[in-house]
């Protein structure tokens, strides 16, 4: 029973150019998202959140938008640089309850 | 402000040994968490504890057991490992469970089982 998905294992994008990463999920119950990104041999770090009342949330070069009627939500990255290259996952999660859950993450790596 | 340590980085057991894993974190937090990531999959909780002296099972927390005697340290045990416990195990504290409250996450410990 998967709840959140992130189809796309890997993404490869230019430097300078948008780097887009896609989140599925199917439990309406969910009133936060957020974006954790991970280093090899280091532990997630936190990203950006979105909460359910918004459709975008943006930080820099990070924005979050979130279609709640299609229970997606995407992260772009504008513009992408290769400090970003990295595993990012999205984390959905209900107030109120100790459970995050994490997607399988998508590898982006941005070429110089 | 170290936030959250764990200990060891990196250990290799035998099948049927036991250990502990160490999660310390200095910022407060209630919220205590310990996953565990597998190639291909999210992170996975295990077990988590709502603070000092409690503590609740998680997704997969069969072979596991843990302890929280401090509100600083959470405290992860295999009481006999197996190859399947083989993973990369991340401690993660919290302020709280109201939304948007991030986790914070430790280094991680590299746990080969042979």
């Known amino acids: 029973d998967q709840q959140v998905k992130q189809n796309s294992p890997s993404l490869s994008v230019q430097e300078g150019r948008i780097s887009i990463l896609n989140c599925d999920y199917t439990?309406?119950?969910?009133?936060?998202f957020l974006w954790y990104k991970k280093y090899p041999a280091e532990g997630p770090t936190f990203l950006i959140s979105?909460?359910?009342?918004?459709d975008k949330n943006e930080d820099g070069r990070f924005t979050v938008f979130l279609n709640k009627s299609a229970k997606h939500l995407s992260l772009h990255i504008v513009p992408s640089q290769p400090g970003d290259s990295a595993v990012y996952f999205c984390?959905?999660?209900?107030?109120?309850?100790?459970?995050?859950?994490f997607g399988t993450g998508t590898r982006l790596k941005v070429l110089a | 402000n170290a936030g959250v340590t764990q200990t060891p980085k990196f250990r290799v057991l035998k099948t049927g040994q036991s250990m502990t894993l160490l999660c310390a974190q200095d910022?407060?937090?209630?919220?205590m968490y310990w996953y565990r990531q597998d190639p291909g999959m999210g992170l996975r909780l295990i077990h988590y504890?709502?603070?000092?002296?409690?503590?609740a099972k998680g997704e997969v927390p069969d072979g596991y057991n843990v302890s929280r005697l401090k509100k600083q340290n959470f405290l992860l045990g295999l009481e006999s490992a197996a190859p399947s416990q083989t993973s990369v195990y991340f401690c993660?504290?919290?302020?709280?469970?109201?939304?948007?409250?991030?986790?914070?996450f430790g280094p991680g410990t590299r746990l080969t089982v042979l």
């Open positions: 993660a504290s919290s302020l709280g469970l109201a939304g948007g409250n991030e986790q914070f």
């Open positions: 439990n309406s119950m969910f009133d936060y």
């Open positions: 979105i909460s359910s009342i918004k």
């Open positions: 984390a959905p999660y209900t107030s109120g309850t100790y459970k995050y859950i």
């Open positions: 910022m407060n937090h209630e919220y």
């Open positions: 504890s709502v603070g000092e002296g409690t503590t």
